[in-house]
């Protein structure tokens, strides 16, 4: 048989995808768009943002643990710590996509911002806004965990083992 197509370098090579944030914490939304984009790429590592001027609810080790929890089940799949500017990790991981979760317009508008900034700082480096699933359209970090310190029911917003996190972290919180 005569492949009239042979394979090229380009057909051939990996193409790694980042999905950076804080994760403050992961929610059911954050889950969908890493499923959906280790379906379309080859590898996709989760990039948790460390910021020592950004207060957060959990420690940067909490999140990395829970979204590690999370993906255990996607091969493609790896997380990491950051604490610098997220295309000096697309550099050094030799990544070519960074992915972005859109909501609605004002999601949007940011990111888009965020895009022709990162465009700026590193010209490789190709944005791509992910519009969530319908069901996932008001999920927000902030805002469950305000419903959850509200005493709300959070369990389909966020996975079980967030959810117990999040339990925790109010426990602690109270007997402080």
């Known amino acids: 048989m005569i492949d009239l197509c042979p394979r090229s370098r380009y ?9 950076p944030g804080s ?5 059911n939304g954050h889950i969908n768009i890493v499923r959906r984009a280790a379906g379309i ?3 996709v590592s989760i990039v948790i943002a460390v910021n020592p001027h950004k207060h957060y609810t959990f420690s940067a080790e909490e999140r990395y643990g829970m979204m590690q929890e999370l993906v255990t089940d996607m091969d493609n799949v790896d997380v990491h710590l950051w604490d610098r500017l997220i295309v000096e990790f697309a550099d050094r991981e030799d990544a070519k996509v960074m992915i972005r979760g859109v909501r609605a317009l004002d999601d949007f508008e ?3 911002e965020l895009s022709m900034l990162n465009k700026g700082l590193n ?3 190709e944005t791509i806004l992910m519009p969530t699933d319908p069901q996932y359209f ?3 970090s902030s805002a469950i965990k305000e419903l959850a310190r509200l005493g709300g029911d959070i369990s389909t917003m966020v996975p079980p083992p967030v959810v117990t996190a999040i339990e ?3 426990k602690q919180e109270a007997r402080a």
Do not use: H, Q
Not at 13 to 19: P, T
Not at 23 to 27: A, C, K, N, V
């Open 23 to 27: 994760f403050d914490p992961p929610t």
């Open 123 to 125: 010209p490789r480096v």
């Open 41 to 43: 790429f080859d590898a």
């Open 11 to 19: 057909y051939e090579a990996m193409i790694r995808a980042l999905f």
């Open 168 to 170: 925790r972290k109010l």
């Open 110 to 112: 940011y990111e888009f």
């Open 138 to 140: 008001v999920l927000r």
